[in-house]
């Protein structure tokens, strides 16, 4: 590994959709292995791994990870609960030696109401699109420099709350490599119970666009609130694909939408059996 390369430990915290695998932390973490850094992923999430939640993050901090990255999705009050949990226990742990990180979908919707629930167990937040702001900040902390003004980010000094401008959206999808599941924990048991005897690299699904919902166009909703558990959402979106040449070794999948009342929208690959005709194209 190169000298300023980090152990990375992102946490996939429990969510009121139970062994739904995270493709934003599969993403970010391919993107960090691209340069050089050492990455898992503890997923919480997941039932089907032997040992409770708490033998499982005690056995992964063994690892003595030099950041670690929570993430809020989907974003509700049982998340951010179990996501308190999570960082308390790590930080004692851990301590000051490492940095630790929130980010998701629980920050973006919301940033200043996410920096006052988890300003006091974070060290920084991320909002919006994950993979080049952790990549940034990491870089950063492993330099030794400073972790202020990095685009993307939220952080309290002083008590003051510092929220950074939005980083732009990545609008070539095609400079990201595929998302990497082989750094989960529980990927071995997701896959053979979602996709039986099919190999790892068929049944991973991968982004092939996302849509970004303009937040300016409706208020904020206070999802940290639980008396205000809002998901409406604007129409006004923006649209980002991967390639045409990067879809054809996919030619054999159908194409799902899977819309999540959230800020962000993914379209997934779904696996068709072999031998059938491809849908004709739109």
């Given at each position: ?82 996501a308190e949990r999570v960082l308390r226990n790590a930080r004692e742990l851990l ?114 666009g996302r849509r970004a919902h303009d937040r300016s166009t409706h208020p904020t ?50 696996i068709r059996p072999a031998g059938r005709e491809d849908p004709p194209s739109r």
């Open positions: 590994m190169p000298e300023s390369a980090m152990r990375v430990l992102l946490v996939d915290v429990p969510s009121v959709s139970p062994n739904q695998i995270n493709l934003g932390l599969a993403s970010i973490g391919a993107v960090l292995k691209q340069r050089g850094h050492e990455v898992r992923v503890l997923d919480l999430n997941n039932l089907n791994v032997p040992g409770s939640r708490g033998s499982r993050l005690k056995k992964a901090l063994e690892w003595r990870p030099e950041v670690f990255a929570v993430s809020l999705f989907p974003a509700c009050t049982y998340n951010y609960n179990h301590g000051r030696e490492c940095l630790f990180v929130v980010g998701g979908i629980g920050v973006t919707i919301d940033v200043s109401a996410a920096l006052k629930r988890f300003g006091g167990l974070a060290d920084i937040l991320v909002h919006g699109e994950g993979e080049v702001t952790l990549a940034e900040v990491i870089e950063r902390r492993a330099a030794g420099g400073d972790l202020g003004g990095i685009l993307g980010t939220a952080l309290a000094v002083d008590g003051k709350e510092i929220i950074n401008p939005e980083r732009p959206l990545i609008e070539d999808l095609d400079s990201l490599p595929f998302a990497d599941y082989r750094v989960f924990d529980s990927v071995g048991e997701t896959i053979a119970a979602k996709f039986g005897n099919l190999s790892l690299e068929l049944a991973q699904p991968f982004v092939v909703h206070d999802t940290h609130n639980t008396e205000n558990q809002s998901t409406s959402h604007p129409f006004s979106t923006k649209h980002a694909f991967i390639s045409p040449e990067r879809q054809r070794p996919v030619r054999r999948f159908t194409w799902l939408c899977w819309v999540t009342p959230v800020a962000d929208t993914r379209w997934f690959p779904r």
